[in-house]
């Protein structure tokens, strides 16, 4: 199932938390961040079974809330 979310203030206001705490340690981009903190915001209210991207960095940071999934690396 695909949800989309309107980033919203409480999205943003997240994303610059993660960038505060976890950017220069994470090497966390502006964009990356906004992805993350609307997964983290959603899965709040839909349960998220999978992060999903291919950018293995922005795993890594997702891991810690998230399942996830690079789809170069599903096999199909």
């Known amino acids: ?3 989309v979310v309107e980033t919203n203030f409480q ?7 993660l960038l505060d ?3 220069a340690s994470k090497n ?3 964009l990356d961040a906004l ?4 997964s983290i915001t959603t899965d709040q209210i839909f ?16 891991n ?3 399942k996830t999934l690079n789809p ?3 096999r199909f």
């Open 47 to 62: 349960s998220i079974s999978y992060f999903v991207a291919s950018d293995q960095r922005l795993l890594q940071i997702a």
């Open 21 to 23: 705490d976890i950017a």
């Open 11 to 17: 999205i943003k206001d997240l994303a610059a938390s």
């Open 28 to 30: 966390l981009r502006t």
């Open 72 to 74: 170069l690396d599903a």
């Open 64 to 66: 810690n809330y998230h």
């Open 1 to 3: 199932m695909l949800n």
């Open 35 to 38: 992805q993350l903190a609307s």
